[in-house]
């Protein structure tokens, strides 16, 4: 067999030759212009200085569970806790409070760990009740 030289390399197919495996050329990089979604999220994190954190009433967790995972992912009072759980259950929905981004993400994943449904809506400014009202009635915190 005799030595190819790297031309003949590139123009060869890529198949088996005499028990020898042929080595292709990696495939050039295709550059894609779409829009990364985390850089539209990112985006979306600078447009707002609150948001929002809900529970939802689901007919599955307890309103023991709920209370007790309020306080203890977001540090409320047991009364205050209460007091949004019973307002979820009554009216479907509660705010939790408002906070940065990073605070309320944390919150609203640890919700989800916990099983209990929860969204994080922007607002402007904590207590602001114009981009992001939910007309929950429940203080902002």
Not at 28 to 41: I, L, Y
Not at 75 to 93: C, D, F, I, L, R
Request: aromatic residues 8%.
């Amino acid at each position: 067999m005799t030595a190819m030289s790297a031309e003949e390399r590139e123009e060869a197919p890529a198949r088996k030759r005499g028990g020898r495996t042929a080595v292709m050329d990696r495939p050039e990089e295709v550059r894609n212009e779409e829009v990364d979604e985390d850089d539209e999220e990112d985006d979306e994190e600078e447009k707002y200085d609150y948001w929002r954190v809900r529970i939802f009433n689901d007919g599955v967790n307890t309103r023991e569970h709920v209370a007790r995972s309020l306080v203890q992912i977001t540090g409320m009072a047991e009364e205050k806790a209460y007091e949004t759980m019973m307002h979820a259950h009554q009216h479907g929905v509660a705010t939790v409070g408002d906070y940065e981004y990073e605070t309320a993400e944390v919150y609203h994943f640890q919700f989800g760990h916990n099983g209990i449904n929860s969204d994080l809506k922007p607002v402007r400014e904590a207590g602001d009740g114009e981009d992001g009202e939910d007309g929950d009635g429940s203080e902002s915190g």
